[in-house]
């Protein structure tokens, strides 16, 4: 089956502007997950939904970052009035399952944006 | 934040070598799982090892985990010219998200 997908492959913005980055994971994955990857940080955690629900947003760097899931399904990331510190590669997971007994999680390509 | 390290951070074999990757932990996990990258986009799943486990193996890799250290290794065996790539232990705790280790970048050559 399909797996999961990430759009736009690259974004270049102007500092200042909005962003959105979209996810489509694996179909009935339940989990989805948000990690972002810079040379400065590393690999770091955004943020997870359980269904449309996000228990856990401890990774999100500002009010400026927000995500959504509708459906179960699809995720978008959007990052507002957007700065040069925000380029990275923004990357999607899905996992089937989410708990103390963690699943892999498969992701996705990922987003490289760049802010100019 | 890092909660892994690993080392070395790059390593450079010759085809036919086995690899060695450590990673180093802080707290304590549920599972350790190691990814691959290549060409910095998406990540592979390699194999999960739960922490009542103390070995386990998939083809040619093979993975230790020691708790008492806060530590775990991915040994490569017979390495190919296609295991070239970026590899990153990440840990989950309590909750299912990753955190991940800082890397180690292997080139394997002919």
């Known amino acids: 089956g399909a797996g999961v997908s990430q759009s736009p492959s690259n974004k270049v913005t102007e500092k200042g502007k909005d962003v959105e980055l979209r996810c489509d994971p694996i179909s009935g994955h339940t989990a989805l997950y948000w990690y972002r990857q810079s040379l400065g940080q590393g690999l770091e955690f955004l943020i997870y939904f359980q269904g449309n629900s996000a228990p856990d947003k401890s990774g999100l760097p500002s009010d400026r970052f927000s995500a959504e899931r509708t459906g179960g399904s699809v995720s978008t990331l959007t990052i507002q009035r957007t700065q040069q510190e925000d380029s990275a590669v923004y990357l999607c997971?899905?996992?089937?399952?989410?708990?103390?007994?963690?699943?892999?999680?498969?992701f996705g390509p990922g987003t490289r944006l760049t802010v100019t | 934040s890092q909660q892994g390290e690993e080392d070395p951070q790059a390593l450079s074999i010759q085809e036919g070598e086995n690899a060695t990757m450590n990673c180093s932990y802080k707290t304590s996990i549920n599972n350790l799982q190691w990814y691959r990258q290549n060409s910095g986009r998406g990540l592979v799943h390699l194999i999960l090892?739960?922490?009542?486990?103390r070995e386990k193996h998939s083809g040619r890799l093979r993975v230790t985990l020691d708790t008492s250290k806060k530590s775990s290794s991915l040994l490569i065996t017979a390495s190919r010219a296609a295991d070239t790539a970026s590899y990153f232990c990440a840990m989950t705790g309590t909750a299912s998200k990753l955190t991940f280790g800082t890397g180690t970048r292997l080139q394997v050559t002919l």
């Open positions: 090892i739960r922490s009542n486990e």
């Open positions: 997971a899905s996992s089937p399952w989410t708990g103390p007994s963690s699943y892999e999680q498969y």
